[in-house]
């Protein structure tokens, strides 16, 4: 069994190696004689019916570049039975018989939406931050995190010379996969993440303590963005031991940049794997990494999984933070 033709989204926020997928999808559609259309502006897209065609040329060269080509958005239209209707109405004028739907946990509602009216959908994991719990790996994390181990060790030289505390807010939503990641490779004094409760005293005061008693004079705590604002945890800081903290927020630059070597390679085996499953008939799936593998799983169940930060994570931080 064989399609004709497919469309692919990129949807939410951003993520390096988006790109790479994109490519990765039309060009594993034309090896197998599929069309392929590029939908822009996420879900709104489909609704409103904003295509372009993609052939061999139109993703050449796209593997190095940060952002999205097909551009994109958070459609609040689409969460309801009408966009999606209109959604519906779309894939059915254009003859789309299999749409690739790149992004976070919205993007996956939406591909799980979609897949009740009858359009074959399969998702792709692609957020900076990490938090879709089927799969290890999400496209852009590796990017991401090393745009910020960058701005942070920059960050290190000047906290050194002048003896200085800094507070570094890492994106990640309502997840601490990004942050924890980063402090464990910056060797944060202290690393904040929501998924667990924070003691301010135990976990930040005593920590910037230990590393006093440690030989240090200067300090570098990472906070996850779900975790607090760096510039209350820098007020509390300088409330109790009257230290004057310098606060760093590293925002959207975590979103751009060229993909790492590993973005592009996963970004590329998971969108040739998607186009793979449509062809085969498959829908409502998404394609994960598990144990150095890949797989694909049901949306449903990969939306009633629960995430957490592993036990030994979260030992390795309390061996490596006071320092
Ligand atoms: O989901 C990716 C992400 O960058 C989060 O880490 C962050 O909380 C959010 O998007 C920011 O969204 P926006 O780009 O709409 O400000």
Known sequence: MSIKRIGVLTSGGDAPGMNACVRAVVRTALYHNIECFGIRRGWQG??????????????????????????????????????????????????????????????????????????????????????????????????????????????????????????????????????????????????????????????????????????????MIVVAEGAGSAADIAKQIKETIDLDPRVTVLGHIQRGGTPTGRDRVNATKMGYLAVELLNQGKTNRIVCTKDGGYLDVDIDEALSMKKSIQRMEEDVLAAMTGF
């Open 46 to 219: 489909l609704i409103t019916g904003d295509i372009v065609r993609l052939d061999e040329k139109s993703v050449a060269h796209i593997i190095n570049r940060g952002g999205t080509i097909l551009y994109t958005a958070r459609s609040k239209e689409f969460m309801t039975e009408e966009g999606q209707k209109k959604a519906v109405s779309t894939c059915k004028f254009l003859g789309l018989e299999g749409i690739v739907a790149i992004g976070g946990d919205g993007t996956f509602r939406g591909a799980l939406a979609l897949s009740k009216y009858g359009i074959n959908v399969v998702g792709i994991p692609g957020t900076i931050d990490n938090d879709i719990s089927c799969t290890n790996y999400c496209i852009g994390f590796d990017t991401a995190a090393n745009t910020a181990i960058e701005c942070i060790d920059k960050l290190r030289d000047t906290m050194q010379s002048h003896e200085r505390c800094s507070v570094v807010e890492v994106m990640g939503r309502n997840a601490g996969y990004l942050a924890m990641y980063v402090g464990l490779a910056v060797g944060a004094t202290a690393v904040l993440v929501p998924e667990e409760p924070i003691d301010f005293e135990r976990d930040v005061i005593e920590k910037i303590r230990q590393a006093r008693f440690n030989g240090f004079t200067h300090y």
